[in-house]
Protein backbone atom coordinates (compact mmCIF):
# COMPACT_ATOMS: atom_id res chain seq x y z
CA UNK A 1 0.00 0.00 0.00
CA UNK A 2 2.80 2.29 0.69
CA UNK A 3 4.44 2.28 -3.03
CA UNK A 4 1.22 2.52 -4.33
CA UNK A 5 0.42 5.89 -2.17
CA UNK A 6 4.21 6.73 -2.97
CA UNK A 7 3.91 6.18 -6.97
CA UNK A 8 4.55 9.37 -8.72
CA UNK A 9 2.77 8.99 -12.44
CA UNK A 10 5.08 11.96 -13.88
CA UNK A 11 7.90 9.74 -13.19
CA UNK A 12 6.68 7.08 -15.63
CA UNK A 13 7.94 9.03 -18.61
CA UNK A 14 11.47 9.41 -16.49
CA UNK A 15 13.63 7.30 -18.27
CA UNK A 16 17.18 8.25 -17.22
CA UNK A 17 18.11 10.51 -20.54
CA UNK A 18 15.86 13.50 -19.07
CA UNK A 19 18.55 12.74 -15.57
CA UNK A 20 21.78 13.50 -17.60
CA UNK A 21 20.83 15.64 -20.02
CA UNK A 22 20.09 17.98 -16.87
CA UNK A 23 23.48 16.36 -15.20
CA UNK A 24 25.30 18.05 -18.24
CA UNK A 25 23.52 20.90 -19.41
CA UNK A 26 25.79 23.33 -17.35
CA UNK A 27 28.82 21.68 -18.92
CA UNK A 28 27.72 21.88 -22.10
CA UNK A 29 27.12 25.42 -21.64
CA UNK A 30 30.45 25.91 -20.20
CA UNK A 31 32.49 24.27 -23.26
CA UNK A 32 33.37 26.83 -26.28
CA UNK A 33 30.90 26.68 -29.23
CA UNK A 34 33.94 25.89 -31.66
CA UNK A 35 35.16 22.63 -29.66
CA UNK A 36 33.76 19.81 -32.37
CA UNK A 37 35.92 16.61 -30.41
CA UNK A 38 35.87 16.17 -26.29
CA UNK A 39 37.89 13.21 -24.65
CA UNK A 40 36.08 11.34 -22.12
CA UNK A 41 37.61 9.79 -18.78
CA UNK A 42 35.45 7.13 -16.85
CA UNK A 43 35.87 4.40 -14.04
CA UNK A 44 36.88 2.00 -17.20
CA UNK A 45 40.10 4.17 -17.36
CA UNK A 46 41.25 4.39 -13.91
CA UNK A 47 39.97 1.89 -11.70
CA UNK A 48 41.11 -1.92 -12.10
CA UNK A 49 37.41 -3.07 -11.27
CA UNK A 50 34.57 -1.34 -12.36
CA UNK A 51 30.76 -1.85 -13.79
CA UNK A 52 30.70 -2.20 -17.42
CA UNK A 53 26.98 -1.86 -18.09
CA UNK A 54 27.27 0.96 -16.29
CA UNK A 55 30.00 3.09 -17.82
CA UNK A 56 28.84 1.95 -21.21
CA UNK A 57 25.29 3.44 -20.52
CA UNK A 58 27.05 6.53 -19.34
CA UNK A 59 29.45 7.06 -21.89
CA UNK A 60 26.56 6.78 -24.40
CA UNK A 61 24.37 8.69 -22.70
CA UNK A 62 27.08 11.40 -22.65
CA UNK A 63 27.54 10.99 -25.99
CA UNK A 64 23.94 11.56 -26.92
CA UNK A 65 23.41 14.62 -24.67
CA UNK A 66 26.69 16.32 -26.19
CA UNK A 67 25.77 15.67 -29.92
CA UNK A 68 26.84 17.27 -32.22
CA UNK A 69 29.68 17.56 -30.36
CA UNK A 70 32.07 13.98 -30.49
CA UNK A 71 33.22 12.18 -27.42
CA UNK A 72 36.16 10.36 -27.76
CA UNK A 73 36.59 7.75 -25.92
CA UNK A 74 40.22 9.27 -24.55
CA UNK A 75 42.00 11.74 -23.11
CA UNK A 76 44.03 12.93 -26.26
CA UNK A 77 42.13 16.23 -26.80
CA UNK A 78 41.81 19.97 -25.18
CA UNK A 79 39.04 19.43 -23.74
CA UNK A 80 38.40 16.44 -21.55
CA UNK A 81 34.81 15.45 -19.94
CA UNK A 82 35.66 13.39 -16.85
CA UNK A 83 32.81 11.42 -15.27
CA UNK A 84 34.55 10.09 -12.30
CA UNK A 85 34.22 9.96 -8.00
CA UNK A 86 36.21 12.87 -6.76
CA UNK A 87 38.85 10.49 -5.05
CA UNK A 88 39.37 8.38 -8.60
CA UNK A 89 39.36 11.82 -10.01
CA UNK A 90 42.40 13.12 -8.33
CA UNK A 91 43.91 9.70 -9.30
CA UNK A 92 43.75 10.14 -12.65
CA UNK A 93 44.62 14.54 -12.64
CA UNK A 94 48.31 12.93 -10.82
CA UNK A 95 49.04 11.21 -14.11
CA UNK A 96 48.17 14.36 -16.56
CA UNK A 97 50.21 17.81 -16.85
CA UNK A 98 50.13 20.27 -13.72
CA UNK A 99 48.58 23.11 -15.89
CA UNK A 100 45.08 21.46 -16.60
CA UNK A 101 42.07 23.48 -15.78
CA UNK A 102 39.40 21.98 -13.85
CA UNK A 103 35.69 22.58 -13.60
CA UNK A 104 34.09 20.55 -11.18
CA UNK A 105 30.42 20.01 -11.20
CA UNK A 106 27.82 17.68 -8.50
CA UNK A 107 28.08 14.09 -9.27
CA UNK A 108 31.26 13.45 -9.72
CA UNK A 109 31.34 15.49 -13.06
CA UNK A 110 34.56 17.70 -14.09
CA UNK A 111 35.36 19.56 -17.68
CA UNK A 112 39.38 19.77 -18.18
CA UNK A 113 40.78 21.80 -20.23
CA UNK A 114 44.29 21.39 -21.07
CA UNK A 115 46.10 24.70 -22.30
CA UNK B 1 -0.85 15.58 -28.41
CA UNK B 2 2.96 14.98 -29.12
CA UNK B 3 1.93 11.65 -30.29
CA UNK B 4 -0.51 12.80 -32.66
CA UNK B 5 2.07 15.09 -34.12
CA UNK B 6 4.39 12.43 -34.11
CA UNK B 7 2.65 10.60 -36.58
CA UNK B 8 1.04 13.15 -38.87
CA UNK B 9 4.64 14.41 -38.99
CA UNK B 10 5.11 11.28 -41.86
CA UNK B 11 1.54 10.66 -42.69
CA UNK B 12 2.09 12.22 -46.17
CA UNK B 13 4.89 10.17 -47.08
CA UNK B 14 2.99 7.37 -46.12
CA UNK B 15 -0.22 8.40 -47.31
CA UNK B 16 2.19 8.95 -50.84
CA UNK B 17 3.63 5.93 -50.64
CA UNK B 18 0.50 3.87 -50.54
CA UNK B 19 -0.96 6.03 -53.71
CA UNK B 20 2.40 5.63 -55.99
CA UNK B 21 2.10 1.75 -55.12
CA UNK B 22 -1.79 2.01 -55.78
CA UNK B 23 -0.75 3.46 -59.65
CA UNK B 24 1.97 1.18 -60.23
CA UNK B 25 -0.31 -2.08 -59.54
CA UNK B 26 -3.44 -1.90 -60.02
CA UNK B 27 -6.32 -3.59 -58.27
CA UNK B 28 -8.98 -3.04 -56.19
CA UNK B 29 -9.85 -6.00 -54.29
CA UNK B 30 -9.22 -5.49 -50.19
CA UNK B 31 -6.32 -7.47 -49.81
CA UNK B 32 -4.52 -5.68 -52.46
CA UNK B 33 -5.47 -2.34 -51.02
CA UNK B 34 -4.07 -3.46 -47.75
CA UNK B 35 -0.59 -4.98 -49.05
CA UNK B 36 -0.66 -1.96 -51.18
CA UNK B 37 -0.88 0.38 -47.99
CA UNK B 38 1.76 -1.76 -46.18
CA UNK B 39 4.26 -1.62 -49.31
CA UNK B 40 3.74 2.41 -49.41
CA UNK B 41 4.22 2.91 -45.94
CA UNK B 42 7.89 1.76 -46.53
CA UNK B 43 8.45 2.92 -49.60
CA UNK B 44 6.95 6.52 -48.82
CA UNK B 45 9.31 6.91 -45.71
CA UNK B 46 12.02 5.51 -47.55
CA UNK B 47 11.79 8.04 -50.38
CA UNK B 48 11.61 10.73 -48.16
CA UNK B 49 14.55 10.04 -46.51
CA UNK B 50 17.10 9.21 -49.46
CA UNK B 51 15.73 12.46 -51.18
CA UNK B 52 16.07 14.57 -48.03
CA UNK B 53 19.86 12.56 -47.63
CA UNK B 54 20.39 13.88 -50.71
CA UNK B 55 19.84 17.52 -50.46
CA UNK B 56 21.57 17.46 -47.02
CA UNK B 57 24.62 16.41 -49.20
CA UNK B 58 24.67 18.58 -51.82
CA UNK B 59 23.69 21.85 -49.36
CA UNK B 60 24.73 20.87 -45.97
CA UNK B 61 21.20 22.26 -45.15
CA UNK B 62 18.23 20.59 -43.49
CA UNK B 63 15.54 21.76 -45.59
CA UNK B 64 12.40 20.45 -47.40
CA UNK B 65 11.57 17.36 -45.28
CA UNK B 66 7.47 18.51 -45.71
CA UNK B 67 7.73 20.06 -49.20
CA UNK B 68 9.53 16.62 -50.19
CA UNK B 69 6.61 14.37 -48.56
CA UNK B 70 3.97 16.63 -49.97
CA UNK B 71 5.13 16.73 -53.59
CA UNK B 72 5.31 13.02 -53.50
CA UNK B 73 1.61 12.83 -52.29
CA UNK B 74 1.05 15.45 -54.87
CA UNK B 75 2.23 12.80 -57.59
CA UNK B 76 0.43 10.01 -56.08
CA UNK B 77 -2.88 11.95 -56.01
CA UNK B 78 -2.33 12.89 -59.54
CA UNK B 79 -1.91 9.42 -60.67
CA UNK B 80 -4.75 8.10 -58.76
CA UNK B 81 -7.22 10.95 -60.36
CA UNK B 82 -5.96 10.36 -63.72
CA UNK B 83 -6.07 6.58 -63.50
CA UNK B 84 -9.72 6.68 -61.62
CA UNK B 85 -11.38 4.98 -64.32
CA UNK B 86 -9.33 2.06 -65.00
CA UNK B 87 -8.02 1.67 -61.02
CA UNK B 88 -10.36 3.49 -58.58
CA UNK B 89 -9.34 3.57 -55.16
CA UNK B 90 -12.41 2.43 -53.53
CA UNK B 91 -12.49 -1.54 -52.13
CA UNK B 92 -14.54 -4.09 -53.78
CA UNK B 93 -17.22 -5.33 -51.18
CA UNK B 94 -16.37 -8.30 -49.18
CA UNK B 95 -18.05 -11.22 -47.04
CA UNK B 96 -16.47 -12.80 -44.24
CA UNK B 97 -17.21 -16.80 -43.41
CA UNK B 98 -18.62 -18.14 -40.16
CA UNK B 99 -15.61 -19.60 -39.29
CA UNK B 100 -13.31 -16.23 -40.92
CA UNK B 101 -15.33 -14.02 -38.33
CA UNK B 102 -14.72 -16.38 -35.23
CA UNK B 103 -11.07 -16.08 -36.31
CA UNK B 104 -11.41 -12.36 -37.22
CA UNK B 105 -12.89 -12.15 -33.15
CA UNK B 106 -9.56 -13.72 -32.02
CA UNK B 107 -7.22 -11.32 -33.73
CA UNK B 108 -9.19 -8.15 -32.65
CA UNK B 109 -9.73 -9.62 -29.10
CA UNK B 110 -5.62 -9.93 -28.98
CA UNK B 111 -5.22 -6.40 -31.45
CA UNK B 112 -7.16 -4.28 -28.58
CA UNK B 113 -4.51 -5.98 -25.51
CA UNK B 114 -1.16 -5.85 -27.99
CA UNK B 115 -2.19 -1.88 -28.41
CA UNK B 116 -3.00 -1.11 -25.29
CA UNK B 117 0.38 -3.22 -23.76
CA UNK B 118 1.81 -0.95 -26.75
CA UNK B 119 0.69 2.59 -25.62
CA UNK B 120 1.69 1.67 -22.04
CA UNK B 121 4.90 0.53 -23.25
CA UNK B 122 5.52 3.86 -25.42
CA UNK B 123 4.74 6.03 -22.45
CA UNK B 124 7.41 4.26 -20.46
CA UNK B 125 9.82 4.91 -22.95
CA UNK B 126 9.90 8.45 -23.89
CA UNK B 127 12.97 8.33 -25.42
CA UNK B 128 12.95 5.03 -26.87
CA UNK B 129 16.19 2.58 -25.72
CA UNK B 130 20.03 1.61 -25.64
CA UNK B 131 20.60 1.56 -29.75
CA UNK B 132 17.90 4.76 -29.96
CA UNK B 133 20.64 7.09 -28.05
CA UNK B 134 23.58 5.20 -29.47
CA UNK B 135 22.82 5.43 -32.96
CA UNK B 136 19.94 6.26 -34.52
CA UNK B 137 18.59 9.31 -32.24
CA UNK B 138 22.33 10.34 -31.44
CA UNK B 139 22.53 10.26 -35.75
CA UNK B 140 19.25 12.72 -35.60
CA UNK B 141 20.74 15.34 -33.52
CA UNK B 142 24.18 15.35 -34.81
CA UNK B 143 21.97 16.34 -37.92
CA UNK B 144 19.50 18.46 -36.70
CA UNK B 145 21.64 20.49 -34.01
CA UNK B 146 24.28 21.54 -36.44
CA UNK B 147 23.01 20.83 -40.17
CA UNK B 148 25.87 22.66 -41.60
CA UNK B 149 28.69 20.13 -40.14
CA UNK B 150 26.45 16.94 -40.40
CA UNK B 151 28.81 15.19 -41.65
CA UNK B 152 30.60 15.08 -37.96
CA UNK B 153 27.67 12.13 -37.18
CA UNK B 154 30.48 10.01 -39.89
CA UNK B 155 33.79 10.79 -37.55
CA UNK B 156 36.04 8.49 -37.43
CA UNK B 157 36.74 9.81 -33.38
CA UNK B 158 33.10 8.60 -32.94
CA UNK B 159 34.08 5.01 -30.41
CA UNK B 160 32.85 1.86 -32.42
CA UNK B 161 29.97 1.24 -30.79
CA UNK B 162 28.30 4.13 -31.93
CA UNK B 163 28.29 2.84 -35.02
CA UNK B 164 29.22 6.10 -37.33
CA UNK B 165 29.10 4.11 -40.59
CA UNK B 166 25.55 3.01 -40.06
CA UNK B 167 23.28 4.24 -42.90
CA UNK B 168 21.15 6.95 -42.49
CA UNK B 169 17.37 6.54 -43.25
CA UNK B 170 15.88 6.24 -40.05
CA UNK B 171 17.81 9.42 -38.76
CA UNK B 172 17.25 11.21 -41.51
CA UNK B 173 13.85 11.23 -41.68
CA UNK B 174 14.01 11.44 -37.63
CA UNK B 175 15.99 14.92 -37.71
CA UNK B 176 13.74 15.79 -40.85
CA UNK B 177 10.70 15.29 -38.47
CA UNK B 178 11.99 17.48 -35.70
CA UNK B 179 13.10 20.11 -37.88
CA UNK B 180 9.62 20.46 -38.95
CA UNK B 181 8.08 20.55 -35.63
CA UNK B 182 10.81 22.67 -34.43
CA UNK B 183 11.78 20.62 -31.85
CA UNK B 184 13.66 17.21 -30.86
CA UNK B 185 10.10 15.44 -30.29
CA UNK B 186 11.17 11.90 -29.27
CA UNK B 187 7.57 10.52 -30.26
CA UNK B 188 8.20 11.55 -33.96
CA UNK B 189 11.01 8.63 -33.97
CA UNK B 190 8.77 6.35 -32.13
CA UNK B 191 5.97 7.05 -34.45
CA UNK B 192 8.26 6.45 -37.37
CA UNK B 193 9.22 2.70 -35.89
CA UNK B 194 5.18 2.52 -35.34
CA UNK B 195 4.62 2.94 -38.96
CA UNK B 196 6.97 0.32 -39.62
CA UNK B 197 5.34 -2.22 -37.75
CA UNK B 198 1.73 -1.03 -39.41
CA UNK B 199 3.09 -1.68 -42.83
CA UNK B 200 4.65 -5.05 -41.71
CA UNK B 201 1.17 -6.12 -40.95
CA UNK B 202 -0.42 -4.89 -43.52
CA UNK B 203 2.07 -5.98 -45.56
CA UNK B 204 2.16 -9.61 -44.18
CA UNK B 205 -1.68 -10.02 -43.82
CA UNK B 206 -2.66 -8.70 -47.14
CA UNK B 207 -0.11 -10.65 -49.04
CA UNK B 208 -1.23 -14.00 -47.19
CA UNK B 209 -5.20 -13.26 -47.91
CA UNK B 210 -4.41 -12.13 -51.16
CA UNK B 211 -2.31 -15.78 -52.38
CA UNK B 212 -4.23 -18.02 -49.77
CA UNK B 213 -7.26 -17.73 -47.25
CA UNK B 214 -8.35 -14.80 -45.07
CA UNK B 215 -8.35 -17.26 -42.26
CA UNK B 216 -4.76 -17.76 -42.74
CA UNK B 217 -3.60 -14.11 -42.83
CA UNK B 218 -6.17 -13.85 -39.66
CA UNK B 219 -3.81 -17.21 -37.78
CA UNK B 220 -0.13 -14.99 -38.92
CA UNK B 221 -1.59 -11.72 -37.72
CA UNK B 222 -2.24 -13.44 -34.60
CA UNK B 223 0.62 -15.00 -34.47
CA UNK B 224 2.70 -11.66 -35.36
CA UNK B 225 0.85 -10.34 -32.04
CA UNK B 226 1.64 -13.11 -29.90
CA UNK B 227 5.44 -11.48 -30.26
CA UNK B 228 5.46 -8.86 -27.70
CA UNK B 229 9.23 -7.83 -29.10
CA UNK B 230 7.81 -6.57 -32.26
CA UNK B 231 5.76 -3.69 -29.94
CA UNK B 232 8.76 -3.35 -27.59
CA UNK B 233 10.99 -2.70 -30.52
CA UNK B 234 8.62 -0.38 -32.04
CA UNK B 235 8.41 1.62 -28.84
CA UNK B 236 12.30 1.46 -29.03
CA UNK B 237 12.99 3.70 -31.77
CA UNK B 238 15.59 1.00 -33.01
CA UNK B 239 16.27 0.11 -36.97
CA UNK B 240 15.24 -3.58 -36.57
CA UNK B 241 11.80 -3.34 -37.58
CA UNK B 242 12.51 -1.07 -40.85
CA UNK B 243 14.62 -3.99 -42.31
CA UNK B 244 12.14 -6.33 -41.34
CA UNK B 245 9.78 -4.35 -43.55
CA UNK B 246 11.61 -4.13 -46.23
CA UNK B 247 13.31 -8.26 -46.28
CA UNK B 248 8.90 -9.09 -46.03
CA UNK B 249 8.47 -6.69 -48.92
CA UNK B 250 10.89 -7.45 -51.16
CA UNK B 251 10.10 -11.27 -50.38
CA UNK B 252 6.51 -11.12 -50.69
CA UNK B 253 6.98 -9.44 -54.07
CA UNK B 254 8.41 -12.61 -55.73
CA UNK B 255 5.48 -14.25 -54.80
CA UNK B 256 3.37 -11.19 -56.23
CA UNK B 257 5.17 -11.08 -59.33
CA UNK B 258 5.20 -14.96 -60.11
CA UNK B 259 1.67 -14.87 -59.79
CA UNK B 260 1.27 -11.79 -62.20
CA UNK B 261 3.94 -10.90 -63.73
CA UNK B 262 4.03 -7.68 -63.84
CA UNK B 263 7.04 -5.47 -64.37
CA UNK B 264 6.27 -2.74 -61.73
CA UNK B 265 6.22 -5.06 -58.85
CA UNK B 266 10.30 -5.99 -60.23
CA UNK B 267 11.09 -2.26 -59.96
CA UNK B 268 9.09 -2.36 -56.41
CA UNK B 269 11.06 -4.81 -54.81
CA UNK B 270 14.82 -3.68 -56.35
CA UNK B 271 13.30 -0.35 -54.63
CA UNK B 272 12.84 -2.44 -51.55
CA UNK B 273 16.11 -4.28 -51.43
CA UNK B 274 17.69 -0.82 -51.41
CA UNK B 275 16.30 0.51 -48.95
CA UNK B 276 16.71 -2.22 -46.72
CA UNK B 277 20.69 -1.62 -47.03
CA UNK B 278 20.08 2.04 -46.87
CA UNK B 279 18.85 1.60 -43.17
CA UNK B 280 21.16 -0.80 -41.53
CA UNK B 281 24.40 -2.43 -42.67
CA UNK B 282 22.20 -6.01 -42.35
CA UNK B 283 20.37 -4.54 -45.13
CA UNK B 284 23.50 -4.62 -46.84
CA UNK B 285 23.81 -8.28 -46.19
CA UNK B 286 20.09 -8.32 -48.03
CA UNK B 287 21.31 -6.42 -50.66
CA UNK B 288 23.49 -10.05 -51.72
CA UNK B 289 20.92 -12.61 -50.29
CA UNK B 290 17.30 -10.68 -51.59
CA UNK B 291 19.11 -9.99 -55.09
CA UNK B 292 19.87 -13.89 -54.95
CA UNK B 293 16.19 -14.90 -54.04
CA UNK B 294 15.37 -12.87 -57.28
CA UNK B 295 17.73 -14.33 -59.56
CA UNK B 296 16.80 -17.75 -58.45
CA UNK B 297 13.22 -17.09 -59.15
CA UNK B 298 13.54 -15.15 -62.46
CA UNK B 299 15.92 -17.75 -63.69
CA UNK B 300 13.56 -21.04 -62.53
CA UNK B 301 10.85 -19.15 -64.38
CA UNK B 302 12.95 -18.25 -67.49
CA UNK B 303 12.01 -14.62 -66.65
CA UNK B 304 15.93 -13.23 -66.78
CA UNK B 305 15.63 -10.94 -68.75
CA UNK B 306 13.47 -9.33 -66.59
CA UNK B 307 15.87 -8.45 -63.80
CA UNK B 308 16.80 -4.90 -66.02
CA UNK B 309 13.85 -4.34 -64.15
CA UNK B 310 14.96 -5.36 -60.49
CA UNK B 311 18.19 -2.78 -61.78
CA UNK B 312 15.84 -0.36 -62.27
CA UNK B 313 14.49 -0.14 -58.74
CA UNK B 314 17.72 -0.53 -56.88
CA UNK B 315 19.69 1.87 -59.06
CA UNK B 316 19.12 5.16 -56.83
CA UNK B 317 19.28 3.66 -53.48
CA UNK B 318 22.09 1.84 -54.54
CA UNK B 319 24.26 4.43 -55.75
CA UNK B 320 23.53 6.70 -52.63
CA UNK B 321 24.77 3.69 -50.58
CA UNK B 322 27.60 2.92 -52.61
CA UNK B 323 28.78 6.93 -52.64
CA UNK B 324 28.05 6.89 -48.70
CA UNK B 325 29.72 3.73 -48.07
CA UNK B 326 32.82 4.74 -50.00
CA UNK B 327 33.03 8.00 -49.39
CA UNK B 328 31.43 9.39 -46.29
CA UNK B 329 31.87 6.81 -43.40
CA UNK B 330 34.53 5.44 -41.43
CA UNK B 331 35.73 1.70 -41.88
CA UNK B 332 32.90 -1.00 -40.06
CA UNK B 333 34.31 -1.92 -36.70
CA UNK B 334 34.10 -5.60 -37.21
CA UNK B 335 36.29 -5.07 -39.97
CA UNK B 336 38.53 -2.40 -38.98
CA UNK B 337 39.12 -4.65 -35.38
CA UNK B 338 39.92 -7.90 -37.17
CA UNK B 339 43.04 -9.11 -38.07
CA UNK B 340 43.97 -11.86 -40.86
CA UNK B 341 45.32 -14.18 -38.44
CA UNK B 342 42.70 -13.43 -36.25
CA UNK B 343 39.94 -14.19 -38.20
CA UNK B 344 42.00 -17.34 -39.34
CA UNK B 345 41.75 -18.20 -35.63
CA UNK B 346 38.20 -17.52 -35.02
CA UNK B 347 36.97 -19.53 -38.53
CA UNK B 348 38.94 -22.57 -36.92
CA UNK B 349 37.65 -22.56 -33.23
CA UNK B 350 34.70 -25.00 -33.09
CA UNK B 351 33.99 -23.98 -30.32
CA UNK B 352 32.96 -20.62 -31.58
CA UNK B 353 30.75 -22.96 -34.05
CA UNK B 354 28.99 -24.58 -31.15
CA UNK B 355 28.04 -21.91 -28.76
CA UNK B 356 26.43 -19.71 -31.76
CA UNK B 357 24.37 -22.68 -32.45
CA UNK B 358 23.89 -23.45 -29.07
CA UNK B 359 22.46 -19.39 -28.57
CA UNK B 360 20.46 -19.30 -31.83
CA UNK B 361 18.93 -22.70 -30.39
CA UNK B 362 18.08 -20.96 -27.24
CA UNK B 363 16.50 -18.12 -29.29
CA UNK B 364 13.88 -20.61 -31.14
CA UNK B 365 12.18 -21.32 -27.68
CA UNK B 366 12.69 -17.88 -25.91
CA UNK B 367 12.76 -15.80 -29.18
CA UNK B 368 9.19 -12.67 -28.69
CA UNK B 369 9.05 -12.54 -25.33
CA UNK B 370 5.93 -14.05 -25.08
CA UNK B 371 4.55 -17.25 -24.66
CA UNK B 372 4.62 -18.22 -28.28
CA UNK B 373 7.65 -19.78 -29.92
CA UNK B 374 8.72 -20.99 -33.32
CA UNK B 375 9.22 -24.13 -32.02
CA UNK B 376 5.01 -24.27 -30.99
CA UNK B 377 4.70 -22.49 -34.46
CA UNK B 378 6.45 -25.20 -36.19
CA UNK B 379 4.53 -27.83 -34.25
CA UNK B 380 1.37 -26.26 -35.38
CA UNK B 381 2.91 -26.45 -38.99
CA UNK B 382 3.17 -30.20 -38.58
CA UNK B 383 -0.06 -30.74 -37.48
CA UNK B 384 -1.57 -28.93 -40.43
CA UNK B 385 0.85 -29.84 -43.11
CA UNK B 386 2.01 -28.55 -46.34
CA UNK B 387 -0.55 -26.96 -48.68
CA UNK B 388 -0.03 -28.48 -52.72
CA UNK B 389 -3.17 -27.38 -54.10
CA UNK B 390 -2.16 -24.29 -55.72
CA UNK B 391 0.77 -22.42 -57.25
CA UNK B 392 1.50 -20.08 -55.06
CA UNK B 393 4.70 -22.14 -54.03
CA UNK B 394 6.68 -21.38 -56.39
CA UNK B 395 9.20 -18.81 -55.15
CA UNK B 396 8.95 -20.57 -51.93
CA UNK B 397 12.35 -22.03 -52.52
CA UNK B 398 13.71 -18.97 -53.79
CA UNK B 399 12.27 -16.82 -50.69
CA UNK B 400 13.74 -19.83 -48.09
CA UNK B 401 17.31 -19.27 -49.92
CA UNK B 402 17.17 -15.55 -48.98
CA UNK B 403 16.32 -16.25 -45.60
CA UNK B 404 18.33 -19.10 -45.06
CA UNK B 405 21.35 -16.65 -46.30
CA UNK B 406 20.64 -14.27 -44.23
CA UNK B 407 21.14 -16.27 -41.37
CA UNK B 408 23.91 -17.98 -42.38
CA UNK B 409 25.34 -14.42 -42.75
CA UNK B 410 24.71 -13.45 -39.77
CA UNK B 411 26.18 -16.83 -38.11
CA UNK B 412 29.51 -16.10 -39.77
CA UNK B 413 29.29 -12.21 -38.75
CA UNK B 414 29.31 -13.96 -35.34
CA UNK B 415 31.83 -16.56 -35.91
CA UNK B 416 33.97 -13.17 -37.29
CA UNK B 417 33.46 -10.75 -34.77
CA UNK B 418 36.24 -9.15 -33.26
CA UNK B 419 34.29 -8.13 -30.08
CA UNK B 420 33.62 -10.25 -27.16
CA UNK B 421 31.27 -13.39 -28.66
CA UNK B 422 28.62 -14.05 -25.47
CA UNK B 423 28.43 -10.22 -25.30
CA UNK B 424 27.81 -9.61 -29.17
CA UNK B 425 25.31 -12.49 -29.18
CA UNK B 426 23.43 -11.35 -26.13
CA UNK B 427 22.97 -7.73 -27.35
CA UNK B 428 21.85 -8.48 -31.04
CA UNK B 429 20.77 -11.89 -31.56
CA UNK B 430 16.93 -11.42 -30.84
CA UNK B 431 16.82 -7.94 -33.07
CA UNK B 432 18.37 -9.84 -35.89
CA UNK B 433 16.00 -12.55 -35.19
CA UNK B 434 13.59 -9.64 -35.72
CA UNK B 435 15.11 -8.89 -39.43
CA UNK B 436 14.03 -12.34 -41.07
CA UNK B 437 11.36 -13.68 -38.91
CA UNK B 438 7.86 -11.96 -40.81
CA UNK B 439 9.69 -12.81 -43.85
CA UNK B 440 10.11 -16.22 -42.68
CA UNK B 441 6.48 -16.10 -41.38
CA UNK B 442 5.28 -15.35 -44.57
CA UNK B 443 6.10 -18.14 -46.02
CA UNK B 444 5.31 -20.51 -43.83
CA UNK B 445 1.69 -19.36 -43.73
CA UNK B 446 1.96 -19.21 -47.23
CA UNK B 447 2.63 -22.95 -47.43
CA UNK B 448 0.76 -24.78 -44.61
CA UNK B 449 -2.68 -25.52 -45.01
CA UNK B 450 -5.45 -22.44 -44.33
CA UNK B 451 -8.08 -23.10 -41.47
CA UNK B 452 -10.52 -22.66 -44.64
CA UNK B 453 -9.44 -26.55 -45.73
CA UNK B 454 -8.62 -27.84 -42.27
CA UNK B 455 -12.36 -27.14 -41.08
CA UNK B 456 -14.85 -27.37 -44.29
CA UNK B 457 -12.79 -29.74 -46.31
CA UNK B 458 -12.31 -27.10 -49.33
CA UNK B 459 -9.99 -24.38 -49.28
CA UNK B 460 -12.83 -20.96 -49.44
CA UNK B 461 -11.74 -18.32 -51.28
CA UNK B 462 -10.80 -15.35 -50.10
CA UNK B 463 -11.61 -12.26 -49.88
CA UNK B 464 -9.65 -11.07 -53.05
CA UNK B 465 -8.69 -14.50 -54.93
CA UNK B 466 -12.10 -13.61 -57.02
CA UNK B 467 -9.38 -11.63 -59.33
Not at chain 2, 22 to 41: D, M
Request: some cysteine; glycine content about 6%.
Amino acid sequence: MERIQAWNPTLITNDGVYDWDTRLSVLRSDLPVDVKVVGYVSDWDVLPKYNYPNNETEYVLTQYTMAPVVVARDDEHEWVIVNLAPKDFETWRATQPSDIQVNKYPLGLFLVHKP
Amino acid sequence: MNFVLGYLVYLPAVLAGGLLVHALWHGTQPSRLLLKLGLGIGLGLALTSLITFLILLFTNRLIGFMAIQLILLLCGVVLTWRNWKNNPLLPERFTFTRLQKTILGAFVIILLVTAGAYIIYAVMTPTGRFDAWMIYNRTARFIYRDPANWQNTLSPELYWLFHADYPLLVPVNVAGAWNTLGREMMRAPQAQSMYFLIGIFCVLMGAITHLRTTGQSLLAGITLLAMPVFYYTAAREEADLTVAFFILATLTLLFLYSNERKSALIVLAGLSTGFAAWTKNEGLLFLVTGSIAWLVMLYRQSQLKELKWYALGLALPLAVIVYFKLFLTPPNDLFDQSSSTGLLEQLADFERYAFIARNIYKQIFVFGNGELSIFLIAVYGVIVGLDRSTNHSRPVVAASIAVFLQLAGYFLIYLLTPHDLDWHLRTSLYRLMIHIFPAALFIFFVSITDPETIFTGTPKPSISRKF
